[in-house]
């Protein structure tokens, strides 16, 4: 701060002379036009630092800058230990334990959107699973409701299985009734097998005769067929109903029946 009029003001010293131009005008210690000289504006500028501030950076002893000794930052402590022990894990792959969190995150919901996905392609596979059987049912249905209004004979009540009611039949000693039951269930079977045509008005002699023309087991079911006609118009249209030995002799061969169209079937 000293140096000779023909200081050559240049870098730092230029820095500080200006900070101790403006810290001296700032504090009135001289005059405007005393300020107009580089040496006043000093010595203005350093009476100014000495005398009415109290600046860490400023040394009045030397008229320098003085080193300012920032206090360290202090180390934030985490607030669970177990946190540094798991940064200290993954370092070595570049992460911290945050990092691998956000990436667990993501995979759990990564995870999520799969199993959304796969669920809703499982709900609309079994919608239309269900939907199929439930159509496939309906028309199952239908198509043995016409079966049996083509029957020759119509009953009264309504029989799901004719098999089976032959049989509760048979077991209750109603014979006449057992062997209307097995003869329009061989009918009903023989047509959903398209062995033959169901027709309402068609005769017997027309199913069996049809029957006959058939390839493969069809002359065998129509021989079956043929004897369980026999006892069926002998009990419906003749009132003489059916020995039990004549109707067990049906019932052996309605086993054998179900065999050839099970075959007849599987190798369609």
């Known amino acids: 701060m000293t140096g000779s009029p023909t200081l050559r003001l240049c870098g730092c010293a230029r820095l500080r002379f200006c900070a101790l131009l403006l810290v001296a005008l700032s504090a009135g210690v001289a005059g405007a036009d005393d300020l107009t000289e580089p040496d006043v504006a000093i010595e203005a500028g350093k009476e100014a630092l000495s005398e009415q501030w109290d600046l860490p950076w400023y040394d009045d002893q030397s008229d320098d800058f003085a080193p300012v000794n920032l206090p360290k930052p202090k180390k934030r ?3 669970w230990p177990i946190w ?3 940064d200290g894990l993954f370092s070595g792959f570049g992460w911290n334990f945050g990092d691998v969190l956000i990436f ?7 995870g999520l959107l799969l199993w959304l996905i796969v669920a809703m392609i499982r709900a609309y596979q079994e919608t239309e699973q269900v939907a199929a059987a439930t159509a496939a049912e309906e028309f199952d249905a239908k198509a043995h409701l016409q079966r049996v209004e083509a029957l020759p004979v119509t009953l009264a009540e309504k029989v799901d299985n004719y098999l089976q009611a032959a049989r509760d039949a048979y ?5 006449s ?3 209307v039951y097995l003869f329009s269930h061989e009918l009903l079977e023989l047509d959903r097998a398209a062995r033959l045509r169901l027709v309402k008005g068609k005769t017997n002699r ?3 005769s049809e029957l006959r023309r058939g390839v493969g087991p069809s002359p065998r079911l129509a021989d079956i067929l043929a004897r369980t006609v026999r006892l069926f118009e002998a009990a419906f249209f003749g009132a003489h109903p059916p020995t039990r030995e004549a109707f067990e002799d049906c019932w052996q061969e309605a086993t054998e029946f179900e065999r050839l169209l099970a075959v007849e079937e599987a190798t369609a």
């Open 77 to 79: 402590s985490k607030p």
């Open 84 to 86: 540094d022990w798991f």
């Open 104 to 110: 667990l995150l993501w995979i759990v919901v990564a």
């Open 171 to 175: 077991d209750s000693g109603d014979l």
């Open 177 to 179: 009734k057992a062997i």
């Open 206 to 208: 027309q199913y069996l």
